[in-house]
């Protein structure tokens, strides 16, 4: 019985915000003359979302083609960022993560980033030995449940959990058909009676209760 675990990135497993906000900041003050300050604050407010949603907000007053031209900049240059300077990892990471691979668990990330960025994760903190595949929006141009549900089909999962820490989050596992565990570790709540952590070292634990539990 193969059995794994899908985790959202930003606020499941690190908190990048600031890292983000200074990325897009300096590439807006390269690639425009668009005077936008990309505050912190700003994009914690538009985590989970797909890329094509935080460019439709941030850059509203402009044309299609010019939002997907300065994403595509804001994007590369948060890619480069995150591979020099990482995020902050959410407390307990890297001693939960061994933990559910002792407990025989796979595990994947499945997140609304674009192409690099779950890379650039991996390759800063060194974490990349503790996940077996990965999936994201800017991989496939598809929702989220449709990730989870390829990551968890392509991997042969016979039960697998999503863990997040957003509704949208939760309404994405659900719509793939897998179990859901809230994360009260990062950017939102959730409007559903659901298992939670309210931090990464309950999350051994919590897994096995939910991949026990009938569905």
Same mark, same amino acid.
């Given at each position: 019985?193969?059995?794994?675990?899908?985790?959202?990135?930003?606020?499941?497993?690190?908190?990048?915000?600031?890292? %983000?906000?200074?990325?897009?900041?300096?590439?807006?003050?390269?690639?425009?003359?668009?005077?936008?300050?990309?505050?912190?604050?700003?994009?914690?407010?538009?985590?989970?979302?797909?890329?094509?949603?935080?460019?439709?907000?941030?850059?509203?007053?402009?044309?299609?083609?010019?939002?997907?031209?300065?994403?595509?900049?804001?994007?590369?240059?948060?890619? #480069?960022?995150?591979?020099?300077?990482?995020?902050?990892?959410?407390?307990?990471? =890297?001693?939960?993560?061994?933990?559910?691979?002792?407990?025989?668990?796979?595990?994947?990330?499945?997140?609304?980033?674009?192409?690099?960025?779950? #890379?650039?994760?991996?390759?800063?903190?060194?974490?990349?030995?503790?996940?077996?595949?990965?999936?994201?929006?800017?991989?496939?141009?598809?929702?989220?449940?449709?990730?989870?549900?390829?990551?968890?089909?392509?991997?042969?999962?016979?039960?697998?959990?999503?863990?997040?820490?957003? =509704?949208?989050?939760?309404?994405?596992?659900?719509?793939?058909?897998?179990?859901?565990?809230?994360?009260?570790?990062?950017?939102?709540? %959730?409007?559903?009676?659901?298992?939670?952590? #309210?931090?990464?070292?309950?999350?051994?634990?919590?897994?096995?209760?939910?991949?026990?539990?009938?569905?």
């Amino acid at each position: 019985m193969k059995k794994g675990i899908l985790f959202d990135l930003d606020g499941t497993l690190w908190d990048s915000s600031e890292e %983000v906000a200074i990325s897009w900041s300096e590439a807006l003050k390269k690639h425009s003359d668009l005077e936008l300050d990309i505050t912190t604050e700003m994009i914690q407010s538009v985590m989970g979302k797909s890329m094509t949603d935080i460019a439709d907000i941030f850059f509203e007053k402009y044309d299609l083609d010019m939002r997907r031209e300065l994403l595509e900049y804001c994007c590369e240059e948060e890619n #480069e960022y995150i591979r020099r300077h990482g995020g902050q990892l959410l407390t307990g990471l =890297q001693e939960t993560l061994q933990r559910l691979r002792d407990q025989g668990y796979h595990l994947y990330i499945v997140s609304n980033c674009q192409v690099g960025y779950i #890379e650039a994760f991996m390759e800063y903190h060194k974490l990349g030995m503790f996940f077996e595949d990965f999936e994201s929006f800017g991989g496939t141009g598809r929702e989220k449940s449709y990730n989870i549900r390829l990551v968890t089909q392509r991997n042969q999962l016979d039960l697998a959990v999503y863990v997040g820490d957003t =509704q949208g989050d939760y309404l994405a596992a659900t719509e793939a058909g897998l179990a859901f565990i809230h994360a009260r570790t990062g950017y939102g709540t %959730v409007e559903a009676d659901v298992p939670y952590i #309210e931090n990464l070292l309950q999350l051994p634990e919590m897994a096995e209760d939910v991949i026990a539990a009938p569905q």
